[in-house]
C-alpha cells in the first residue's frame, strides 16, 4: 500500500469504493465466485466469456447483448466473428462436452487416457438484467468508441453504451457483485461507475476493478488461452484487493500468477491506453521512415530488420504499410489525446495526435500512388482490392484502410472497383461497404468476389490491402522450431507448436483443458481426413436461423472463400496461396500490383511481366 499515493487512495476511499462484498465470508472472506455475467457479446466478450467457461467449467458464464441477432448467431453453429479455434472452444463450453478416451502417449496404441465429460456452462441470452441480478462478477464489455459528435467530437471516447449498461448494472446487480471494466475506457471511469452506482442505489456497496483485456483480432483465442498478462486494476483497500483476488482466481485456473499484474484501478486503466498508443507509435515512426525510404532508395525492410534486431528496440511491430486500422488503436490513441487535452497538458496530446496524422498520411500516400502509376486516371479501369478485413486471419473490418482506399479510388471513376478477401463473408461485405459509403456505394461498379481469381480477372491493377499469407508468392516467415515435446513450449507460459504432439502432457495425472485442446489440434492436422473431432468428444451443434448470412452464402456458392463458417479440419489446414501465375495470365496490361503490406517479393512478380509498387521502396522502372 506504501507505493500507492494517499491521493489516490482517499479518492478510492471517497467513492464508497470500500465496502464489502455480499459473497465474501463474513466482511473479508474469500469471494466464491459461481455466476459470471459478461455484457457485450462482441469481438471481446464473445471469446472472452467463452475462454473463461471452457477454462472454469465450476462456474456459469452468460454472455447478454441487447442485440438479438448477435445472441441468435452465438446460439448456432455460425458464430457472429470468425476467430481461428473459437469455434472449438464455444463448442464445448456451450454444448458441453463428452467424456472421450486416448492414447496417453504418442504412438501407443490403447485408450488409457480419459477426459472426462463436461456440462455446458457458457450461455447467451438478451436477458440482461437477469442475467447480472443472478452475478457475483459482472465483466462490462461493450463497445467505447470514439465521439463523433458534439464536445470532444473525433477524440473524446463515447461512453453511450457503457454508461447505459452501468445504470442497468445499479439496476439489477446483486449486493456485493464484483463490476468489472473489461471495455477499454478513458482513466478514471471507475469512479463515474462508483457516481451511477452510489447514485441509485445509496448505501449499497459495490467492489469495482479494471481489467483491460489486450487480445487482439485474428489471434483473440490464442492470446486468450496464453496471454502475455492479465491486468487487474483495484481500490488499494483490503475488500479492493479481496475482490480482485476473486477475479485472480478465475483467471488463475489457466494463466500462472506471474503474469497477472495487479495496480491500482487508474493505472490499470491508463496503462491499457498506453500499451496501444505505443504499439501504434511504433507503426507510424516505421511509415515515416518507409517515407524517407522511397526518396533516398534505402530499403524500409531492410532498416526494419537492421534495427530490430537490437533488443532494446525489439523486431515487432515494424512492418511498414498503409498504416493501422481496426476499432481499438485509432480511438485509444485518440482517448489518450483527449485526457492529455483536457488535463492541461497540449503538448502531449499533440505529441500522441502526430501517430494518428501519420497514419492517414502513410495510406492517402500511397492510395496517390496508386492513381499516379495509373496516369492519374482510372477511368475504363478495373482495380481489385484484395483484403476488406483490417488485418489477416479476422473478419472484423472495422477501420479497416481498404475502405477509405476505396473511397478515394471512386472518385477517379474506374470501371470496376473488386473486393476480395479470405476472411469475409461476400454477403456480409457489400453490406457494409453500403453502409458505411452510402450512395457512391450504389453506382455499381464496386462488386465482392468469393474467390481471387473471378475478382482479379482483367484487373489492370491489383491492390494488396491486408497481409493475408494467402495473397505471399514468397513462403511466410517460418516460427522458430519447437523441439517436439511442446511441454516444454507450455512451461514457458508459450503456445504449443500444433505439429508436435503433446503428449505426454506435463502433469498426465490431471491434463488442463489446454492440454486436450492442444491434443486436438494436433490430430486435426495429422488426421487430413476433414475430421473435425478425432477425440470424439464434441455434442450436436444448434442449428442456424434462417437469416444466417453463412449458410446463406454457402447456399448459393459453392466457392465460398470465407472462413467464418469452417469446421476445425478446414480451419486448422494451412490455406492455399492465391495463383499469382493464374492471375498475371488473366490481367489488363499493363499488370500491376500495389503491394501495401509487404507480402510480396517484387522480383518473383515481375517475372510474371508484372510491375510492383511497394511501401518503402523505390520505383524500379
Ligand atoms: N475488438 C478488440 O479486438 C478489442 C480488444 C481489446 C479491447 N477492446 C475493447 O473492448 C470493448 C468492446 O469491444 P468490441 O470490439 O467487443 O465491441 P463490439 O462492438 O464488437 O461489441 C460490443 C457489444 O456490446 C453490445 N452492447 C452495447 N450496448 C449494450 C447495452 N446497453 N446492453 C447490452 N449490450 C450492449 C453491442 O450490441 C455489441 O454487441 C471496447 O471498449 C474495445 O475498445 C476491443
Ligand atoms: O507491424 C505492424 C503490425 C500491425 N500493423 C497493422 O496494425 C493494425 C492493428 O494490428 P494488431 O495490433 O495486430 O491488431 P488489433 O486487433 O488492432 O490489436 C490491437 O488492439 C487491441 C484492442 O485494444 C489490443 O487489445 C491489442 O493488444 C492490440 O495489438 C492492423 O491493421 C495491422 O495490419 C502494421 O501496419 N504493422
Redesign the pocket.
Known amino acids: 500500500m506504501s507505493s500507492i499515493p494517499e491521493a489516490v487512495v482517499s479518492s478510492v476511499k471517497s467513492l464508497g469504493l470500500n465496502g464489502s462484498s455480499a459473497h465474501t465470508n463474513g466482511t473479508l472472506g474469500d469471494v466464491v465466485v459461481k455466476n459470471i455475467c459478461c455484457v457485450g457479446a462482441g469481438y471481446v466478450g464473445g471469446p472472452t466469456a467463452a475462454v473463461v467457461a471452457f477454462q472454469n467449467p465450476h462456474i456459469r458464464v452468460t454472455v447478454v447483448d441487447r442485440d438479438e441477432t448477435r445472441i441468435r448467431r452465438w446460439n448456432s453453429k455460425h458464430p457472429p466473428i470468425y476467430e481461428p479455434g473459437l469455434r472449438d472452444i464455444v463448442r464445448i463450453a456451450r454444448d458441453g462436452g463428452r467424456q472421450a478416451s486416448f492414447a496417453s502417449k504418442p504412438e501407443a496404441e490403447g485408450q488409457d487416457a480419459t477426459v472426462q465429460d463436461r456440462p455446458a456452462n457458457l450461455f447467451f441470452t438478451t436477458d440482461v438484467g437477469k442475467s447480472i441480478s443472478e452475478a457475483d462478477i459482472v465483466l462490462v464489455a461493450v463497445n467505447t468508441p470514439t465521439k463523433y459528435r458534439g464536445v470532444g467530437a473525433g477524440s473524446a471516447t463515447d461512453m453511450t453504451a457503457f454508461e447505459a449498461v452501468t445504470g442497468v448494472v445499479a439496476q439489477y446487480a446483486r449486493e456485493g457483485a464484483i463490476i468489472v471494466e473489461k471495455s477499454?475506457v478513458p482513466c478514471r471511469t471507475a469512479q463515474l461507475v462508483a457516481d451511477t452506482l452510489s447514485m441509485h442505489r445509496p448505501g449499497v456497496h459495490f467492489e469495482i476493478l479494471s481489467n483491460p483485456?489486450?487480445?487482439?483480432?485474428g489471434t483473440a483465442v490464442g492470446d486468450l488461452l496464453y496471454p502475455d498478462r492479465i491486468l487487474i486494476g483495484s481500490a488499494p483497500t483490503e475488500s479492493g484487493k479481496k475482490a480482485a483476488e476473486a477475479l485472480v482466481k478465475v483467471y488463475a485456473s489457466w494463466v500462472s500468477r506471474e503474469r497477472i499484474l495487479t495496480t491500482n484501478v487508474w493505472s490499470s486503466e491508463l496503462a491499457k491506453l498506453v500499451?496501444?498508443s505505443m504499439?501504434a507509435q511504433r507503426?507510424s515512426s516505421i511509415n515515416s521512415i518507409s517515407a524517407v525510404c522511397e526518396q533516398t532508395g534505402a530499403d524500409v525492410d531492410e532498416v526494419a530488420k537492421a534495427v530490430g534486431v537490437d533488443p532494446r528496440i525489439g523486431n515487432k511491430?515494424?512492418?511498414a504499410?498503409i498504416?493501422?486500422?481496426?476499432s481499438?488503436?485509432k480511438k485509444?490513441v485518440l482517448n489518450l489525446v483527449y485526457l492529455a487535452d483536457t488535463m492541461g497538458l497540449p503538448e502531449v496530446g499533440e505529441y500522441w495526435r502526430q501517430v494518428v496524422k501519420m497514419n492517414e498520411y502513410a495510406r492517402d500516400r500511397f492510395t496517390n500512388r496508386i492513381i499516379k502509376c495509373l496516369n492519374n486516371t482510372l477511368v475504363g479501369k478495373k482495380v481489385t482490392i484484395l483484403g476488406f478485413a483490417?488485418?489477416k486471419n479476422t473478419s472484423d473490418t472495422r477501420e479497416a484502410p481498404a475502405l477509405e482506399m476505396i473511397k478515394t479510388l471512386l472518385e477517379e471513376r474506374p470501371r470496376e472497383i473488386a473486393v476480395f478477401d479470405p476472411c469475409c463473408n461476400p454477403l456480409v461485405v457489400k453490406e457494409e461497404i453500403k453502409l458505411l459509403l452510402g450512395p457512391v456505394a450504389d453506382q455499381g461498379n464496386i462488386h465482392v468476389y468469393g474467390n481471387a481469381i473471378d475478382a482479379c480477372n482483367n484487373s489492370t491493377a491489383v491492390v494488396i490491402a491486408t497481409?493475408f499469407d494467402e495473397f505471399r508468392n514468397q513462403p511466410a516467415p517460418t516460427p522458430a522450431p519447437v523441439a517436439a515435446g511442446a511441454p516444454v513450449a507450455k512451461m514457458l507460459g508459450r503456445k504449443p507448436n500444433p505439429k508436435a504432439d503433446p503428449r505426454p502432457f506435463v502433469n498426465p495425472s490431471v491434463p488442463t483443458e489446454n492440454d486436450f485442446l492442444a491434443l486436438h489440434k494436433h490430430l486435426v492436422q495429422l488426421d487430413g481426413q476433414d475430421n473435425d473431432d478425432p477425440l470424439d468428444r464434441y455434442n450436436v451443434e444448434p442449428d442456424c436461423p434462417e437469416d444466417c448470412p453463412d449458410c446463406k452464402q454457402y447456399r448459393e456458392s459453392k466457392d465460398t472463400g470465407f472462413a467464418t463458417g469452417m469446421g476445425s479440419a478446414e480451419e486448422y489446414k494451412p490455406r492455399e496461396r492465391i495463383d499469382w501465375v493464374h492471375i498475371a495470365d488473366h490481367m489488363a496490361k499493363p499488370r500491376w500490383v500495389f503491394d501495401g503490406r509487404g507480402v510480396i517479393d517484387s522480383r518473383e512478380m515481375e517475372k510474371l511481366g508484372v510491375r510492383v509498387e511497394s511501401v518503402g521502396r523505390q520505383h524500379r522502372f
Request: hydrophobic share 55%.
Open positions: 477499454t483485456e489486450f487480445l487482439a483480432a500499451a496501444n504499439l507503426i511491430f515494424l512492418v504499410g498504416g493501422f486500422g481496426g481499438c488503436f485509444d483490417f488485418k497481409e
